[in-house]
């Protein structure tokens, strides 16, 4: 059974910062790329960023580049988001998710991790 | 960046009825699109991909079609675990993007 368990999220201060950490289990993680959708309170979905399967391509949504940086250890099946220079519109449930091997369209998701930006 | 539009925002619907959402992307994306269905508190679930290829598990009244700019989600006979909001994404090209969403509701 395909699990997908974030981590990481809690409340921070506009400003700083938070790693989001995704465990990835039940599937060759090696093999798929991932994706970071969130969701505002109340909002739709946006894509936040993906990375390939060996690590080696990385893409964002132009609001969160030279902010978020996306890696993956796939010695560890564990996906992450190093977020930075928070602001008060990241706030949001983050979700790790798998991307189909046809293309980047998101397949398998965790159950999210809320991340709030507030002084 | 790829827009992706949808309408309506909302519809209200009884079960039985046949529901029709829209998803207009500018520019045309050929046919790299998804539809979502999600449920309130539960991350979403894919429905379809490439625009017309149904997901395993994913009943048959669910049915899309189009390519280029229009595409649409129709849901042949609505059912009671089909109230939800739907969402379209586009897979031609980064950044990746949603539509707003359409949220199905009871009359």
């Known amino acids: 059974e395909v699990q997908l368990l974030e981590s990481g999220g809690g409340l921070v201060q506009p400003g700083g910062s938070l790693r989001l950490s995704c465990a990835a289990s039940?599937?060759?993680?090696?093999?798929?790329?991932m994706s970071w959708v969130r969701q505002a309170p109340g909002k739709g979905l946006e894509w936040v960023s993906g990375?390939?399967?060996?690590?080696?391509?990385?893409y964002y949504t132009d609001s969160v580049k030279g902010r978020f940086t996306i890696s993956r250890d796939n010695s560890k099946n564990t996906l992450y988001l190093q977020m930075n220079s928070l602001r008060a519109e990241d706030a949001a449930v983050y979700y790790c998710?798998?991307?189909?091997?046809?293309?980047?369209?998101?397949?398998?998701w965790g159950q999210g991790t809320l991340v709030t930006v507030s002084s | 960046d790829i827009q992706m539009t949808q309408s309506p925002s909302s519809v209200s619907a009884s079960v039985g009825d046949r529901v029709t959402i829209t998803c207009r992307a500018s520019?045309?994306?050929?046919?790299?699109l998804a539809w979502y269905q999600q449920k309130p508190g539960k991350a979403p679930k894919l429905l379809i991909s490439?625009?017309?290829s149904l997901q395993s598990g994913v009943p048959s009244r669910f049915s899309g079609s189009g390519s280029g700019t229009d595409f649409t989600l129709t849901i042949s006979s609505l059912q009671p675990e089909d109230f939800a909001t739907y969402y379209c994404?586009?897979?031609?090209?980064?950044?990746?993007?949603f539509g707003g969403g359409t949220k199905v509701e009871n009359k």
């Open positions: 998710a798998i991307v189909e091997s046809s293309a980047w369209y998101v397949g398998d």
């Open positions: 039940g599937f060759t993680f090696s093999s798929y790329a």
């Open positions: 990375v390939s399967s060996s690590g080696g391509s990385a």
């Open positions: 520019p045309g994306i050929s046919s790299w």
């Open positions: 490439g625009a017309t």
């Open positions: 994404q586009q897979a031609k090209s980064f950044p990746l993007t």
